[in-house]
Each structure stands twice: as C-alpha cells, then as structure tokens.
C-alpha cells in the first residue's frame, strides 16, 4: 500500500506567482488534511477536507489560499500571489476515520 | 486549541545512551502521536497512542491520559535516531480531527 504522495517535492515561485501542491491520500482513506511548517511557528494545521467537501478551514489564511479535494484526483492547496512569508514546508496527510493521520513527504516552497 | 509542551527541547547524547522525552497537554485528547522528523525533513510515524504503552523495537511509548502526558523512550540510541522528535494531539471536545503539535524535541545522536 502505497504512503501519501506529494507533489512536486520543492517549488519555486517568484512573488506574485500561484503555486499548486497536489495530495494523494492513501489508498481507502478519504479525510486529508493540511498542514503548515515555518521555521519560527512549529507544524500547523491548515484545513481537513473529505471528498468534494471543506470540513474545516479555520487554519487557513483568509486570502489567497485556497483547497479542495475533488471527487476524482488528488487534494490541492493552491496559493495565488505568493509572498516572500509563504516559503514554508507544506504537509498532507491522511486518515481512514479521522484518528490515526499519515504524512506524506511534504512539498518545500521557496518564494524568491 | 490544545497547548501542547515537549520537554527537553534539545537533547545530545553518545550512541548507546538511553533517552525520555516527554509530552505534556493542556486538556483531553482522542488522538496521541508521536513523529520522528528526519534530516531531510519527512515525517515518520511512530506511535499512534492515545493511551496505555506501546513498544517497537528499541522505541517505546506510555500515555497517562488522565494525568495528560506521553513519554517516548529511545533505548540504546544510534546516529540514525538523529532529528526532531514531534508530539501531536488531537482534541477529545472536538470532531474534527485537526492534530495540534508540540515545537518538537531535537536530539543529536553522536557516533
């Protein structure tokens, strides 16, 4: 059984540019969530999502930041106009029933 | 949200050496886990224990979940364990499943 996949592993974006993270849960799990690692703020959860629908995106910027996790294909978190503040490692993981979450290799963004 | 404190921040030891580290949480949990995060900056599963004792291989772990503390045991430590160790909860009055983590234990393993 293949883990939780994340792409692209490293990103590079200018400012101003969007950038997409794409998420591929474990085969049977249908809750993913997000989450966030800055260097100064330790790991924080960004938004859990199940298939075609936001559960809870009370960790999410209000601007520019977006998620979904479509009927067919992996969860993207999107991020439109990215700033210098943006570079961070960003985490996917997955869940069979909402308990035990498994990681993927997260996604390095670095905004130049 | 759940405060979630680890203790020692930074931890050196000589290979071989025995080590705890310790989680503590500001209120009930339904979800416990424990992370290695290795040099390259993945996140391993350890534990998954939201209480009672765990063991695997040279690592073991205890939730007192009345008492709101976890402990990670690394017994006879190798240079591989290097990294940083994280604690994450998830909140018992919610349903939500968010985890909430620690700022992590950073261990350095010396040959």
């Known amino acids: 059984n293949a883990g939780v996949m994340q792409n692209p592993r490293h990103l590079v974006r200018r400012r101003g540019q969007e950038a997409r993270l794409r998420c591929s849960p474990m085969k049977g799990h249908s809750h993913v969530y997000w989450y966030r690692q800055l260097p100064e703020e330790g790991l924080k959860f960004m938004v859990y999502l199940q298939k075609e629908n936001i559960i809870d995106e009370s960790g999410m910027p209000k601007e520019r930041f977006s998620a979904e996790f479509p009927k067919e294909g992996p969860s993207i978190l999107r991020i439109q106009q990215v700033v210098r503040g943006d570079s961070a490692a960003y985490f996917c993981?997955?869940?069979?029933?909402?308990?035990?979450?498994?990681f993927g290799p997260g996604t390095r963004l670095t905004v130049t | 949200g759940i405060q979630v404190e680890q203790s020692p921040p930074d931890l050196i030891l000589q290979e071989g050496a025995n080590s705890t580290l310790r989680c503590n949480f500001s209120?009930?949990?339904?979800?416990l886990q424990w992370f290695h995060q290795n040099p390259w900056g993945q996140l391993i599963n350890l534990f998954y224990i939201p209480s009672g004792t765990k063991q695997n291989g040279r690592l073991s772990a205890t939730t007192v979940a009345t008492e709101r503390y976890s402990l990670l045991y690394i017994s006879s430590s190798q240079t591989t364990d290097s990294g940083v160790y994280f604690c994450a909860v998830g909140d018992r009055g919610s349903t939500l499943g968010r985890l909430y983590f620690g700022r992590g234990t950073q261990l350095t393993v010396w040959p």
């Open positions: 209120d009930s949990v339904n979800n």
């Open positions: 993981a997955s869940s069979p029933r909402r308990d035990e979450q498994y």
